[in-house]
């Protein structure tokens, strides 16, 4: 099929608006046919996309301070978002905007609300037109997603970390969750007292049988976690000068494989918290 103006606006019309798509659907390929497209597109005053040339990016310059974007675009043969995209990458602004706001002076006169101008569906709150009314959410109506009471889920907790704990979720009610592993307990051996917590014994997460909890002090439960490994490894690999928490990853776990760094890192916490409990009592 020829390259011809009308060939060309009968697929833009369609949609096909890249130049190189057009051609293509035409039967051509070389870059000079390609060319021809986009010819015949800026001839026709349509904009397409293609590279700025540094005589358009000197009127951007030029005009854009004084002149709106529409109008620029609509003399380079440019979209108007395409004009501010340039202008922001040449750090050019309105007259107006340069030294921030400036009381009674408009950048866009034509394009500002006027005084007193009231919108035409003022006062006609709810609104409705006839036949819209099926296509409405009905009152009472849920998601196709909504899960039933009883429904376990499992939610990922990253919490600033690089690695991640996954938990069991279990819907109690309506737009109310808990823990499962919490829930088992509370099911079987009451509320979880004030200041306590519910561990997993083996450390699984995935594993919220009975057996597997343990209700414990939260001072136990610190106790406990700085003897692990893991709490050794991010405090030999804690990053100077950061906030608390802030560990060298690639340290973190090459320290987390060396076991007789992390055990004589263990001996000296021991020792340390030994001395201090000696001095004070």
Known sequence: MKITKANVLRLYRRGIHSATKIARKLGHKTREQRFLVRRILIAARIPIRRRWTETEREQVRLLYPDISAAAIAKGLIRTVSGVYREAHKLEVHPRSLRGGFEKGIHAWPAGEFKKGRQTWNKGMKGLSFPGCERTQFKKGHLPATTLYDGAVTIRTDWNGRHDYRQYKWIRMAKAKWGMLHVFVWEHFCGPVPSGHIVVFANGDTMNCRLDNLRCISRMQHAAE????????????????????????????LHVLGDKSLIEAKRRQLALRRAIREQVHG
């Open 225 to 252: 976690t700085r003897m692990k490994d893991q709490y050794i490894a991010k405090c030999l690999s804690h990053v100077c000068g950061q906030g608390k928490g802030q560990y060298d990853h690639d340290l973190y």
